[in-house]
Structures are given as structure tokens and as C-alpha cells.
């Protein structure tokens, strides 16, 4: 079913999305542009002499084989990230949609480190597995297990992961929690009637009816992914060991920001809005079309 | 009308407040926090007490890359400050920037300031020279990389306290001891690149990178895989694998493990000196970077890191007079001495040297002449610093590099033949990039 306001004025509906027209334009295309038109230069870090170079950019970025191993870094960052902050959140929001008391308090606690910057977050979580004095990097000494993110590729990237997914969680909360509220109740009512277990309810009807939520938050999520967390990264790890956790955006942020390579960074930009850009079309078509709203 | 005359009467006490003649604002944007940024205040705060024509604003911008982007950021929307400290690996970035920047001699010759060169510390004035002696930046805060190390854990162990190792073969025999006396960070070291790589090359008399390292031409390229340096390597891994050596992180983050009586013995700065002395609760020594006895012409000298002050281009005359007068300011004996004991970092002059040492300074604080007598000697065409675009990358793929080996990962010698071949390839582009 198609929903469609007909406006009688032919300018009316114009001035009404100016607004986020303008905004789309100012803090979207223009950076956008930006990028694309630095991506064929190459500048001094000051920006006296500039040079236009072409694919050279591109070209660099595509010879260099630790770029393109950051691309199956980047994968199986995003995919942690979404997948743990994801399920994680939708544990915390079937269960305070059951609280009775103190709900309101619950949900601002959970809600609470969406604020938190994702520096902070990194400098957070670091400080928790800090060896040896960490809270928790203490606490594992004392299981016997040792706890080096510093030099071990797979701790590195767990910090990472829970720095990340940790700010994430709030944000996927809300959203299920707002789903799990709009599901009639009529349903499940019906479902205990005819003896299902709450189990059973929630993966044959709480769930399927959660998909459309499930869908966008993979959608923002993997977004958050790709392009915030270039903070929580410098912060807990700098990239390392080695270049074990330098994720796509990271990179785009050391050259552009440290080592002062402006075209090398923009390209790189150009390459992450293109996967973006991807990544968002092929899960519209081919995903939201299997998906009832 | 009574309210009127109220107005009035505050609107003249305001303009009273306001000096006769205006003051011309400098603007020194700087990386310098805890101690030594007190130290900064303190200094600009007692050259605006000295006169009336300029008041010098001193804005903390974050770290050395943090406020160097800041300044860039700043430059290209036409708002720079005119005084920024770069750090040291910054230097042929600055240098190759040639319209974004003014000349040290030339604002003190414009500034009608005395101002003679031979003044300052040539193994610090050297560094920020340009090929036709013209000094392009002030050396403001220069440090060298020293051995630091806890006197009581040397007790606790039965090592003499007052006999810091001085060669390897020492630092892995004291190392051992801590081990065994129950330490669990025996040596440890920030900076990897600049300790271990850059100033391990000075001190033995070998190159870091062809050209002298990088002082004769852009078309340098590094050298840092040697029989001598992969021989380091090896040693160091082999510490790390006996426990003997921790790797705590890239960057300055192992000064922290020192300072907090984790780690036993630490090299870094010289100016983690003021750090020390404010917040470490135990007996504190300051030894000679290590070496190979058996190697000729060890030890050499070792070469400068911290950083200098840029003035930047495109600011009026008279601004340029302010920054010219704070520049004399900061060079007086006086002022130089007392910043030098107070931080650690290098003296700028070689009065500023001398009147520390007359003042019987040294004498009081054992070790913080090493810095100077480390420094104050003649230097070779190898030893005279490093000094390399792109450098910023360099030393993060020496870090990627070497993690591995810490790690257990990779061999010494692959480890140094891959962080050269990665490292030429930022050199390459540099020189690309600044052909003209």
C-alpha cells in the first residue's frame, strides 16, 4: 500500500523540505565534493603547492597490499561489532520491556553511553585492560590468563570490538525496544493460549515482526562501524599490533590527520562512500524487499 | 537620568581599564602539558611582566601532531597562530613548506634583534639549519634519549645504585637481577624508533639513513637493517622472550611505567626528568644511553628529539618585532638556564650551559648533566641528527615492524628488512613531492 499527501500549492512541499535540503547539501554533497576533487591532488601539508596527479591516489592506495588486508579487517570488525551489540541489545530490551518497576531507571542507565564520545569509550575500555593494573586485565592475570592487547592481535581487536560495540548497545536498544512495544499483544497472547512456550513466542512472533528494526539497525550499524569508530581506535590501540586493528576508517583518519597526506586520505574516503554506497543499495533492493513493514 | 549617569560612569572606568596604547597580541600555539605546561605559562607570563609593547598568549593545542594539524587546519583558512611548536620528526615537513613559514634569522634580522647563531648549542641550532645557515626555527624545548632508572628496585635487587649499566651486555645482566628479585618490568623503553633506532645509530657512529641521514638530499633512504642493528634487535627480542625486556606501547607511554615505579629501568626523554622528580616516590638515576663496547667509535653522541618554535608566514611587521623580542627574551642566559633546569630539556645556549654549570647545579642533581655531555660534543656527518619527510610514517611502520618481533612473530632482520622497504617507499614519495 502506498501512502501519498497531495499539496494543492505547487511550491508549498518545496519550502517544506528546504530545510533538510539545505542541511543535506551543506554537511553532505559539499564534504562529499570536497573529497572527490582532493582525491585527484596532491598537496603539501600546508596546501602552498598542489598538484593534480589523476588515479595516482587510487593507484598507490591499490598497490599497497596492507590496504587491502584492512579490508578483511574492517569486515570482521563490523561484523563483531554489529552482531555483539546487536544481540546484546536485544537481550537488554526483551527484558526491560518485562520490568515492571523502576523501568524508567533501567532504560536511562542503558541508554546513558550513547552519549559518551568514542574517544572516551577507547580511553574507557583501555583503561579497564590496561596490564597489568586494568580492572579487568588484573582480574584475568589472576585466572591465569594473560592479557596483552599490546602485542596480541586477537586481544586488540576484542578491546576494540567492546569499546565499540559498548556505545552501540544503547542506541540498538532503543530502537528494539521501541519494536517490542509496537507488537500487538493480542498476538502473543494467542500464541500462550495455544500452549507455546516463551521461547518458542519469541522466535515465531516477536522476532519476525522485530525484522524490519533487526534490518535498519544492520543498516546503521555497520555505517557506525565503518566511520565512527576511527576514535575508539587511535585511543585503545593506535592500529596495532602490527597493522592488526588499522580498520579502513582508521587509516582514512592517520593519513589524513597525522601523517598529512590529504589526497591519499580523500581517496581513501572516495573508496569507503563507495562501499557504503553499495552496501546500502544492495541491502535495500534485495533485503527490504523480502521485508514486510 | 540617574540610571543614564550610572552608564556613563561605568562606560568610562571600562575604557580606563583599557591601555593607552594597545598591545600587540602574539599567538604560540604548543603541545606542552602537566609540568611543562606551567612552564610555558610561566614563561610568557614573565616576558609580558618584562615589557608593555606585546603580550604572548600561549594556547595548549593537544599533542605534537594535534596541534600541528590544528596549524594547518588554521594556515589554509588564513587564521595561523604565529609561533607554533612542531616536534622534531615535523622538521622537513616545516622546511619543504616554504610559503607557510618564516625563517628564524629572518624575523630577527627584521626585528632588529642582536642575534648571533654561534651562540646557540650547535648540536641543537644545527639540526634546525637550513643548507645555507639560515635558521629557519627556534630551538625551544630539545631533548635527548638518557637511561632512567630506580634506584631502590637496584637495591632491592644488589645492584650498586649508584652504577647504572652502560653498555647492553650490562642493562641485560641488571635486568636479570631485577628479574629475580621478583621485578616485573626490569627494562623498558618509549620511542622505540628514536631510542632504539635513530639515536642507537648516532651513538655507534653508523647511519639511520644514506645522505647523512637525510641532511644532504631528499633522495635519502634508510640503512637501519645493518649487521649491527639487526644484532640490537636480536638482543632486545631476546629480552623481551626471558621477560627481561617489556614492550608497553608505542609512543611515550612507557615514560608512565617508569614514572609509577612499574618498570625498574626505562629509556626516553631527558625530559621526563621534571615529570620524575614531581610525581616518582622512589630514589631516582639518570645513566648514559647504552652500547656495544665492541663496537669502534661507540659512543658517539646521541641526536636531539623534542621540538622547535615555527613562526609562520603572512603576519604584519610589527608582529613579527613581537615574536623577534620574545625570541631574545627566551635566549637571555637567565631565562634559558632556568627552563633547562627546570625541565630537562636541552640548554639553547651555550651561556645558558654554562651558567647552569657555574651555578653548581650538576653538582647537586647528579645526572642531569648527561642530556648536555651526551649532546655537547662533536658530532660526525653521521651523527649529526636524522632529519626525513614523511618521517611521522616512518616511525609508525618501525612500531608495526617491530611489534611483530616483540610479539615473537617475526625474525630481527625480516623485521628491519620490511620496515626499510616500507619506509623508502614514504621516502620516495616525499622527495617526489617536493621536487621544486
Given at each position: 500500500m502506498e501512502k501519498r499527501v497531495l499539496f494543492k500549492s505547487a511550491w508549498l512541499p518545496w519550502v517544506l523540505v528546504a530545510p533538510q535540503m539545505a542541511i543535506v547539501l551543506v554537511f553532505f554533497f559539499w564534504p562529499a565534493g570536497q573529497a572527490l576533487y582532493q582525491s585527484v591532488l596532491q598537496e603539501d601539508a600546508f596546501g602552498t603547492s598542489r598538484e593534480f596527479v589523476g588515479w595516482e591516489n587510487f593507484q598507490r592506495l591499490f598497490d599497497d597490499a596492507s590496504y587491502l588486508a584492512s579490508f578483511k579487517t574492517t569486515a570482521v570488525?563490523?561484523?563483531?561489532?554489529?552482531?555483539?551489540?546487536?544481540?546484546?541489545?536485544?537481550?537488554?530490551?526483551?527484558?526491560?520491556?518485562r520490568v515492571a518497576r523502576l523501568a524508567g531507571f533501567y532504560k536511562t542507565l542503558l541508554i546513558w553511553p550513547y552519549a559518551v564520545a568514542p574517544v572516551v569509550a577507547g580511553v574507557l575500555w583501555l583503561m579497564l585492560f590496561a596490564s597489568p593494573y586494568g580492572v579487568i586485565a588484573y582480574a584475568l592475570q589472576a585466572m591465569g590468563l594473560p592479557w596483552n592487547h599490546l602485542l596480541d592481535a586477537d586481544h586488540a581487536m576484542a578491546l576494540i570490538v567492546m569499546a565499540a560495540a559498548w556505545k552501540q548497545v544503547s542506541y540498538n536498544f532503543l530502537f528494539f525496544l521501541a519494536g517490542l512495544q509496537s507488537i500487538p499483544q493480542s498476538l502473543i497472547e494467542a500464541a500462550a493460549i495455544d500452549g507455546a512456550s516463551p521461547w518458542r513466542r519469541f522466535w515465531t512472533i516477536v522476532f519476525p515482526l522485530l525484522a524490519p528494526t533487526t534490518f535498519f539497525l544492520l543498516v546503521m550499524n555497520v555505517i557506525y562501524a565503518f566511520f565512527d569508530t576511527f576514535g575508539t581506535v587511535d585511543a585503545a590501540t593506535h592500529g596495532g599490533p602490527g597493522k592488526d586493528t588499522s580498520i579502513l576508517v582508521y587509516k582514512v583518519y592517520y593519513d589524513g590527520f597525522k601523517a598529512l597526506d590529504?589526497?591519499?586520505?580523500?581517496a581513501q574516503s572516495v573508496v569507503l562512500m563507495l562501499i557504503v554506497i553499495a552496501l546500502t543499495v544492495v541491502q535495500f533492493r534485495f533485503v527490504e524487499r523480502k521485508i514486510e513493514y | 537620568m540617574r540610571s543614564k549617569a550610572k552608564l556613563a560612569i561605568a562606560a568610562l572606568s571600562a575604557l580606563m581599564l583599557v591601555p593607552a596604547q594597545a598591545q600587540t597580541e602574539i599567538q604560540w600555539w604548543h603541545s606542552m602539558g602537566g609540568a611543562l605546561g606551567e612552564w610555558v605559562n610561566d614563561l610568557a607570563r614573565d616576558f609580558n611582566a618584562s615589557q608593555k609593547d606585546y603580550k604572548v598568549t600561549p594556547t595548549f593545542k593537544g599533542s605534537y601532531d594535534e596541534s600541528m594539524t590544528a596549524a594547518i587546519a588554521a594556515f589554509r583558512a588564513g587564521n595561523a597562530p604565529h609561533i607554533l611548536q612542531v616536534f622534531e620528526v615535523g622538521t622537513a615537513t616545516m622546511m619543504a613548506s616554504k610559503g607557510a613559514i618564516k625563517p628564524v634569522t629572518e624575523v630577527m634580522k627584521e626585528g632588529g634583534q642582536k642575534f648571533d647563531q654561534n651562540a646557540y648549542v650547535p648540536a641543537v641550532a644545527g639540526y634546525y639549519t637550513a643548507p645555507n645557515g639560515q635558521m629557519l626555527s627556534f630551538p625551544f624545548n630539545s631533548s635527548t634519549p638518557v637511561f632512567h632508572y630506580n634506584k631502590d628496585a637496584f637495591k632491592a635487587a644488589g645492584l650498586d645504585p649508584e652504577k647504572p649499566p652502560t653498555t647492553w651486555p650490562e642493562v641485560a645482566l641488571a635486568a636479570a637481577?631485577?628479574?629475580?628479585?621478583?621485578?616485573?618490568?626490569?627494562?623498558?623503553?618509549?620511542?622505540?624508533?628514536?631510542?632504539?633506532?635513530?639515536?642507537?645509530?648516532?651513538?655507534?657512529?653508523?647511519?639511520?639513513?644514506?645522505?647523512?641521514?637525510?641532511?644532504?638530499?631528499?633522495?635519502?633512504?634508510?640503512?637501519?637493517?645493518?649487521?649491527?642493528?639487526v644484532r640490537h634487535i636480536e638482543n632486545l627480542a631476546n629480552m623481551?622472550?626471558?621477560g627481561l625486556f617489556v614492550y608497553k606501547g608505542r609512543g611515550n607511554a612507557a615514560d608512565a611505567t617508569f614514572v609509577s615505579g612499574e618498570c625498574a629501568m626505562a629509556t626516553g626523554s631527558s625530559a621526563l626528568y621534571g615529570n620524575v622528580v614531581r610525581n616518582g616516590k622512589f630514589g631516582y638515576g639518570i645513566g648514559t644511553l647504552p652500547y656495544y663496547p665492541d663496537v669502534q667509535g661507540a659512543p658517539q653522541n646521541t641526536v636531539i628529539g623534542g621540538a622547535s618554535l615555527w613562526v609562520m608566514n603572512g603576519k604584519k611587521a610589527t608582529d613579527y618585532k613581537g615574536?623577534?623580542?620574545?625570541?631574545?627574551?627566551?635566549?637571555?642566559?637567565?631565562?634559558?638556564?632556568?627552563?633547562?633546569?627546570?625541565?630537562?630539556?636541552?640548554?639553547?645556549?651555550?651561556?645558558?650551559?654554562?651558567?647552569?654549570?657555574k651555578s653548581g647545579f650538576y653538582k647537586k642533581n647528579p645526572g642531569t648533566d648527561v642530556s648536555v655531555t651526551q649532546m655537547i660534543r662533536k658530532t660526525t656527518d653521521k651523527s649529526r641528527g636524522v632529519r626525513l619527510g614523511n618521517f611521522v610514517q616512518v616511525r609508525t611502520i618501525i612500531d608495526e615492524e617491530l611489534e611483530g618481533v616483540w610479539a615473537g612473530k617475526k625474525a630481527p632482520k625480516e623485521a628491519l628488512d620490511l620496515a626499510v622497504k616500507r619506509g623508502n617507499e614514504q621516502l620516495e614519495r616525499f622527495q617526489k613531492a617536493n621536487k621544486s
Open positions: 570488525f563490523s561484523l563483531w561489532v554489529a552482531a555483539s551489540s546487536m544481540s546484546l541489545a536485544l537481550l537488554l530490551a526483551v527484558m526491560a520491556n590529504m589526497g591519499g586520505s580523500a | 637481577k631485577l628479574k629475580a628479585s621478583g621485578h616485573k618490568c626490569p627494562f623498558t623503553t618509549s620511542w622505540i624508533s628514536w631510542t632504539q633506532l635513530e639515536s642507537f645509530s648516532a651513538w655507534h657512529n653508523v647511519l639511520f639513513a644514506s645522505k647523512n641521514n637525510g641532511f644532504d638530499g631528499l633522495d635519502t633512504r634508510l640503512v637501519f637493517n645493518s649487521p649491527l642493528h623481551a622472550k626471558s615574536v623577534a623580542a620574545f625570541f631574545s627574551y627566551l635566549s637571555q642566559p637567565e631565562v634559558a638556564a632556568k627552563s633547562h633546569q627546570r625541565t630537562g630539556y636541552l640548554p639553547v645556549t651555550k651561556a645558558s650551559f654554562e651558567l647552569t654549570d
